[in-house]
């Protein structure tokens, strides 16, 4: 028996060819949606041309609103209200963060994820719930493109990062009218609130994405700042919403903020955002490749890098060669000063201005190098820095040997620190870097000049201290019974020819001229020789 199947019509197969990318639609939407709870991480990878629908459930009916914050490593994901960002809608940025205030009864919404990014971008979010009585992070923004920004925007170079966010708001129930931002500046409006600048370090060296989630983590929200985090300053709301702090290339840091209201005794936390003071793609500033001026270039080296840096425009590769020629005339001259001359003052002070200016940079990179009055005076900072650099010089003029010996073992142990740093990074470089910046950069005395301290640090510090002390120990025992100064070589061959002239005692005294010895030298190399023959000792 034959059985026949009918095909369906045209017009029916026609419908399903134009519906089926409308379901392909559908079904992409729901595998692209991703629930985020109250408080819990979600990672969420996000490819191009693809919308994550970020669907926050689970709201607390005390929540007056929530933030949204979502975190790459360096690639930018753009967070927005609508599935199309717009303008004043959306923010794009490796950290970036959204406000939603929430309505009476809603205890769920949407947000989006997208990326223009050519791969895949993985990242991971968060939801914070707020109530009423918290203030509104960035509520009162009139800077940035968003109408309540929550965001901490940084910017960064190689002397300073800097980092912004908009004010913020008392708080305020569901359904309530926000209060007004600039109407009055009384103790019950906005500008009461005060702002906590948080700091805290990735580990040294470490350029891994699991590190910098786990720091996010460990950063996100007001509770975690505090314990995890340092406390670098409080701003009030008449001073500017910024703050500025020493670039450290390569080295992960995460900033952020918490709003207090120190009436109501609440807190509301900003979007957190980290730099590592680089860049993952570009060759220039890249973060596998990092700038170092190592000071092992000598005294006219250093300075005259310093001058050709503040009135020149040369590349930094060319000052750096310049430097380095200069610095071998530098070292020569010296030397010289000492061959020909015999000046011991000379090397004495160029030997203590080195280990005086490493002095007064470790001094000025502890906690007491961040006190106020330096950060705000240049003059105070510089009169303080050039007593520590030349009280040095002053005990090397009763001591020239001791002297000497003492900057070799701490200055050439530091040079091994900066040696070393070249392949494993230490916060111990800053030490001359922080002043050369500050050299270089008028307004770098605002920057606040905190450096991580991890083991490797302490490490160092250990190598540095035995590597100095072993080298001074070494060198007094070696030159106990030696003069004080080794004297001129060539005021002691002047003396030694004027002797030999004079003593007739002396057998260098019938020596033969230099040239007509060299002559003679010349005729036997030249001359046959004869046979000598058979001789016979004389008897006595």
């Known amino acids: ?28 939407q729901v595998e692209n949606r991703v629930i985020f709870l109250p408080g819990t991480f979600q990672n969420v990878s996000v490819s191009q041309n693809e919308t994550v629908q970020a669907v926050v459930s689970r709201i607390s009916p005390e929540a007056a609103f929530i933030t949204l914050q979502f975190h790459t490593q360096h690639r ?28 009476p009864g809603v205890t769920s919404l949407s947000l989006f994820l997208s990326t223009l990014d050519s791969d895949t971008v993985a990242g ?4 914070l719930p707020f109530s009423g009585a918290d203030p509104v992070p960035g ?27 908009a004010p913020a708001n008392l708080g305020y129930e569901r359904g309530d009218t926000p209060p007004p931002c600039d109407e009055s500046t009384e103790p019950t409006t906005r500008w009461r609130l005060h702002y906590d600048i948080y700091q805290y370090f990735l580990p040294e060296n470490d350029l891994l994405e699991s590190s910098l989630f786990s720091g ?24 500017m919403s910024m703050a500025v702090f020493n670039s450290i290339p390569g080295q992960g840091v995460i900033y952020s903020v918490v709003v207090r209201d120190p009436l109501l005794n609440t807190s509301a936390s900003y979007v957190p955002v980290h730099t590592y003071a680089c860049s993952f793609a570009s060759t220039l500033d890249g973060c596998e490749t ?15 890098f310093v001058l050709i840096t503040r009135t020149t425009d040369l590349t930094y590769d060319l000052r750096l060669a310049l430097s380095a020629v200069i610095g071998v005339v530098g070292g020569v001259l010296l030397v010289m000063s000492w061959w020909r001359f ?20 470790t001094v000025l990179f502890t906690p007491l190098g961040d006190i106020e009055v330096f950060r705000n005076s240049d003059v105070v900072f510089w009169v303080t820095f050039c007593c520590f650099m030349i009280i040095v010089p002053l005990f090397f003029v009763r001591w020239p040997r001791e002297g000497n010996i003492i900057t070799c073992g701490v200055v050439g142990g530091y040079a091994v620190i900066l040696a070393v740093n070249a392949y494993i990074y230490t916060s111990l470089s800053y030490i001359t870097l922080n002043i050369l910046k500050r050299l270089h950069n008028n307004i770098f005395s605002a920057v606040f000049t905190d450096v991580p301290f991890q083991t490797i640090d302490y490490i160092m510090i250990t190598v540095w201290v035995v590597l100095g002390v072993s080298g001074i120990v070494l060198q007094l025992y070696r030159e106990r019974s030696r003069p004080f100064f080794p004297p001129s070589p060539y005021l002691m061959w002047l003396q030694e020819r004027e002797r030999r002239r004079t003593n007739v005692l002396d057998p260098s005294h019938h020596f033969a001229p230099l040239p007509n010895r060299l002559l003679a030298r010349a005729r036997q190399l030249t001359r046959r020789m004869e046979p000598a023959g058979e001789h016979t000792p004389l008897l006595l």
């Open 1 to 28: 028996m034959t059985v026949w199947v009918r095909s369906p019509p045209p017009l029916l197969l026609l419908l399903l060819l134009l519906l089926l990318p409308s379901m392909r639609e559908v079904r992409a």
């Open 76 to 103: 930018n994901v753009t967070l927005s209200y609508t599935r199309l960002p717009g303008l004043g809608l959306s923010v794009t940025a490796v950290d970036s963060g959204l406000l939603s205030t929430l309505q």
């Open 124 to 127: 991971t979010g968060v939801i």
């Open 139 to 165: 509520a009162c923004n009139i800077e940035f493109n968003l109408d309540m920004d929550p965001n901490v925007y940084v910017h960064y170079n190689l002397y300073e990062t800097t980092i912004r966010f």
């Open 216 to 239: 996010i983590q460990a950063m996100a929200d007001t509770q975690g700042m505090m314990e995890n985090g340092k406390w670098v300053l409080t701003l009030l709301s008449t001073d």
């Open 290 to 304: 990092l700038e170092l001026f190592c000071m092992g270039f000598s005294f006219a080296a250093f300075f005259f």
């Open 342 to 361: 015999g000046s011991v003052m000379v090397c004495v002070v160029v030997v203590g201005l080195m280990l005086g200016f490493l002095i007064a940079s």
